[in-house]
């Protein structure tokens, strides 16, 4: 049973207490990503998993085993680091090896674990070249099979991707992916790059200044963002916020903001009067001459596959994704419409979701 249960962790650093009150579960198999802007303590609390810092609180379990005290070597882990740490003097077979050599595994064996983990990897042909003869994934590659000779239970990863070219980030995104569905090892990987954490989760965790934020799956934090933060943090172009009063008009909830009236879900438990901040994803927004939403176009910009268009109203800068084929005049005024299901309402006060 590989599960990892953080139990009330916390972390400081001399006097400076960075981390605190960190609690959750993840289950055997699972795919959690850790996710959050530089600085959150995701890394440190990856460290902390793998046995490479001190624990300051709390317990960490692997299995149903306390680990906080336990050697690294000893907690059945494997770490992917971000610059690979492949040993540049040996060939790619011995550095996939050399785990298995120094803990004294039968040499047959540790042949049939490498050629194994490189069939998988696709690495069979480059077993015989330097670290330096290979290409960035193929680098990413050798580390990832290191990892998964050792056996271990659970796989930690540390911005793997981030020394990668974009289209070889999206590439290995679902070779890790692809490799976790068939190994299905536990695995917790860390990153700040939300469309890795949207694309390769079954869990995400959202982390803030050394707490967690939210927890959920990718569809949780994306169609119900727990705070203003994760609402911001979550989503290819950036979302939309504007502030604004609860009203009730006709008998249905709605915010006023400068921007235009908008009705909100009627199941809400926001107070009239009550001050807010709406969040409003440029995909869902729709362009409506009928709409409640007014604001003059600026600029249009063509994506391939369709367009965004740049806004200003009098909350600022308004973005809405439309039809490549659209075409507006710049300065021209736009009417929008939002489905009140895509209303996300935030506490203008807590910036938590109402
Ligand atoms: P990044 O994406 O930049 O790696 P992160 O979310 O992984 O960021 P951490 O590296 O875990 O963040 O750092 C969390 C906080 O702890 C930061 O404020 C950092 O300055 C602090 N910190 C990390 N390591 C140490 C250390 N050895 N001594 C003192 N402070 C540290």
Redesign the pocket.
């Known amino acids: 049973m590989a599960t990892v249960e953080y139990q009330r962790i916390g972390?400081s650093?001399?006097a400076?207490r960075?981390?605190r009150d960190i609690s959750f579960k993840i289950e055997d198999h699972e795919f959690v990503v850790?996710l959050?802007?530089?600085?959150?303590?995701?890394?440190?609390?990856?460290?902390m998993t793998a046995g490479l810092?001190g624990i300051s609180e709390g317990d960490l379990k692997i299995g149903e085993k306390r680990v906080n005290d336990v050697h690294p070597r000893d907690r059945s882990i494997a770490m992917v680091f971000q610059n690979y740490a492949l040993y540049p003097t040996m060939k790619v077979y011995d550095n996939i090896a050399f785990s298995l050599e120094v803990a004294k595994v039968p040499p047959a064996e540790i042949r049939k674990k490498v050629e194994w983990a490189a069939a998988t990897l696709n690495l069979t042909d480059y077993l015989g070249r330097y670290p330096k003869e290979l290409s960035g994934g193929q680098r990413q590659r050798v580390a990832m099979g290191r990892a998964m000779v050792r056996e271990a239970h659970v796989f930690l990863f540390?911005?793997p991707l981030s020394n990668l070219d974009a289209k070889l980030r999206a590439h290995m995104r679902t070779e890790i992916r692809q490799l976790h569905n068939r190994l299905k090892t536990t695995t917790i990987y860390?990153t700040?790059d939300q469309i890795e954490a949207m694309t390769m989760a079954d869990k995400i965790v959202v982390?803030r200044a050394?707490k967690i934020e939210q927890i959920g799956s990718p569809d949780d934090v994306y169609d119900r963002p727990a705070s203003k933060y994760v609402a911001d943090f979550i989503g290819s172009s950036a979302i939309n916020f504007l502030p604004g009063t609860v009203v009730v008009a006709d008998g249905v909830p709605a915010v006023d903001t400068a921007t235009g009236r908008v009705p909100i879900d009627p199941a809400t438990t926001a107070k009239p009067g009550q001050k807010v901040i709406i969040g409003l994803r440029p995909t869902d927004i729709l362009v409506d001459s009928a709409g409640p939403l007014a604001a003059k176009s600026v600029l249009l910009e063509r994506l391939g596959h369709d367009a965004q268009l740049f806004c200003d109203g009098p909350d600022g800068r308004f973005i809405a994704v439309v039809d490549k084929a659209a075409r507006f005049a710049e300065g021209s005024d736009v009417r929008f419409a939002v489905p009140t299901s895509k209303v996300h309402v935030f506490d203008a006060g807590t910036e938590v979701r109402i």
């Not at 959050?36 to 460290?47: A, D, F, N, V």
């Open positions: 972390k650093f001399g400076v960075i981390m850790l959050g802007p530089s600085g959150c303590g995701k890394t440190t609390l990856l460290r810092e540390d911005e860390v700040h982390m050394g």
